[in-house]
Protein backbone atom coordinates (compact mmCIF):
# COMPACT_ATOMS: atom_id res chain seq x y z
CA UNK A 1 0.00 0.00 0.00
CA UNK A 2 0.82 3.87 -0.57
CA UNK A 3 -0.47 6.55 1.35
CA UNK A 4 -0.20 10.28 -0.30
CA UNK A 5 -0.13 13.48 1.34
CA UNK A 6 -0.43 16.54 -0.47
CA UNK A 7 0.46 19.82 0.68
CA UNK A 8 0.62 24.23 -0.94
CA UNK A 9 -2.71 24.66 -1.74
CA UNK A 10 -4.36 27.86 -1.00
CA UNK A 11 -6.10 31.11 -2.61
CA UNK A 12 -3.95 33.30 -5.21
CA UNK A 13 -4.08 35.87 -7.11
CA UNK A 14 -3.97 35.71 -11.32
CA UNK A 15 -0.55 35.71 -12.16
CA UNK A 16 0.93 34.29 -9.31
CA UNK A 17 2.28 30.96 -8.36
CA UNK A 18 1.82 27.57 -5.97
CA UNK A 19 3.77 25.01 -4.66
CA UNK A 20 2.42 21.74 -4.24
CA UNK A 21 3.80 19.15 -2.82
CA UNK A 22 3.22 15.58 -2.51
CA UNK A 23 4.61 12.98 0.32
CA UNK A 24 4.43 9.53 -0.59
CA UNK A 25 4.64 6.37 2.32
CA UNK A 26 4.67 3.27 2.52
CA UNK A 27 5.53 0.77 -0.36
CA UNK A 28 7.08 3.53 -2.30
CA UNK A 29 9.73 0.89 -3.74
CA UNK A 30 6.77 -0.12 -5.70
CA UNK A 31 5.52 3.02 -7.60
CA UNK A 32 6.45 3.76 -10.91
CA UNK A 33 5.43 6.80 -11.64
CA UNK A 34 3.58 9.82 -10.09
CA UNK A 35 1.83 12.60 -11.32
CA UNK A 36 -0.59 15.82 -10.70
CA UNK A 37 -4.24 15.66 -11.70
CA UNK A 38 -7.38 18.38 -11.01
CA UNK A 39 -10.55 18.75 -11.01
CA UNK A 40 -13.05 21.95 -11.72
CA UNK A 41 -16.16 22.09 -10.53
CA UNK A 42 -18.62 20.50 -12.91
CA UNK A 43 -15.46 18.56 -15.12
CA UNK A 44 -14.12 15.62 -15.67
CA UNK A 45 -10.61 14.89 -13.18
CA UNK A 46 -7.73 15.91 -15.88
CA UNK A 47 -3.73 14.94 -15.89
CA UNK A 48 -1.73 17.99 -15.36
CA UNK A 49 1.92 16.77 -15.20
CA UNK A 50 3.15 13.01 -14.25
CA UNK A 51 7.12 12.07 -13.54
CA UNK A 52 8.39 8.89 -14.01
CA UNK A 53 11.01 6.85 -11.68
CA UNK A 54 13.51 7.51 -14.77
CA UNK A 55 12.67 11.40 -14.48
CA UNK A 56 11.05 11.44 -17.46
CA UNK A 57 8.00 14.09 -17.51
CA UNK A 58 5.12 15.12 -19.29
CA UNK A 59 2.63 17.67 -19.42
CA UNK A 60 -1.06 18.92 -20.54
CA UNK A 61 -1.08 21.61 -22.86
CA UNK A 62 -3.08 24.26 -21.10
CA UNK A 63 -0.13 24.02 -18.04
CA UNK A 64 3.16 23.39 -20.47
CA UNK A 65 5.46 26.36 -19.66
CA UNK A 66 3.83 26.99 -16.84
CA UNK A 67 4.32 23.82 -14.66
CA UNK A 68 7.00 22.36 -13.77
CA UNK A 69 6.99 18.97 -11.81
CA UNK A 70 9.96 17.28 -9.82
CA UNK A 71 11.06 14.90 -7.70
CA UNK A 72 13.14 15.15 -4.17
CA UNK A 73 15.03 12.22 -4.60
CA UNK A 74 15.84 12.21 -0.66
CA UNK A 75 12.25 12.45 0.62
CA UNK A 76 10.62 11.08 -2.59
CA UNK A 77 8.36 14.05 -2.04
CA UNK A 78 7.18 15.22 -5.43
CA UNK A 79 6.92 18.95 -6.20
CA UNK A 80 4.46 20.87 -8.99
CA UNK A 81 5.84 24.48 -9.32
CA UNK A 82 2.58 26.25 -10.85
CA UNK A 83 4.08 29.57 -11.88
CA UNK A 84 1.67 32.76 -14.12
CA UNK A 85 -1.92 30.78 -12.50
CA UNK A 86 -5.06 31.87 -14.23
CA UNK A 87 -8.43 31.55 -13.08
CA UNK A 88 -9.02 28.78 -15.05
CA UNK A 89 -6.54 26.58 -13.17
CA UNK A 90 -9.16 26.84 -10.43
CA UNK A 91 -9.74 22.95 -8.91
CA UNK A 92 -8.63 20.26 -6.34
CA UNK A 93 -5.66 19.16 -7.45
CA UNK A 94 -4.61 15.75 -6.71
CA UNK A 95 -1.37 13.63 -6.51
CA UNK A 96 -1.33 9.87 -7.63
CA UNK A 97 0.90 7.42 -7.49
CA UNK A 98 1.01 4.22 -10.55
CA UNK A 99 2.94 1.14 -10.43
CA UNK A 100 2.72 0.96 -13.89
CA UNK A 101 0.15 -1.09 -16.20
CA UNK A 102 -1.90 2.49 -17.53
CA UNK A 103 -4.06 2.41 -13.94
CA UNK A 104 -3.27 5.06 -11.36
CA UNK A 105 -3.21 3.27 -8.38
CA UNK A 106 -3.34 5.72 -4.94
CA UNK A 107 -4.38 9.11 -4.64
CA UNK A 108 -4.12 11.64 -2.29
CA UNK A 109 -7.04 13.19 -0.62
CA UNK A 110 -6.94 16.44 -2.78
CA UNK A 111 -5.54 20.31 -2.28
CA UNK A 112 -7.87 22.95 -3.30
CA UNK A 113 -6.25 25.54 -5.41
CA UNK A 114 -8.25 29.05 -6.18
CA UNK A 115 -7.11 31.84 -8.57
CA UNK A 116 -8.99 34.97 -8.40
CA UNK A 117 -9.46 37.47 -11.34
Known amino acids: QVQLVESGGGLVQAGGSLRLSCAPSGSIFSINSMGWFRQAPGKQRELVAYISSGGSTNYADSVKGRCTISRDGAKNTVILQMNSLKPEDTAVYYC???????????WGQGTQVTVSS
Open 96 to 106: AATLGLGLWNY
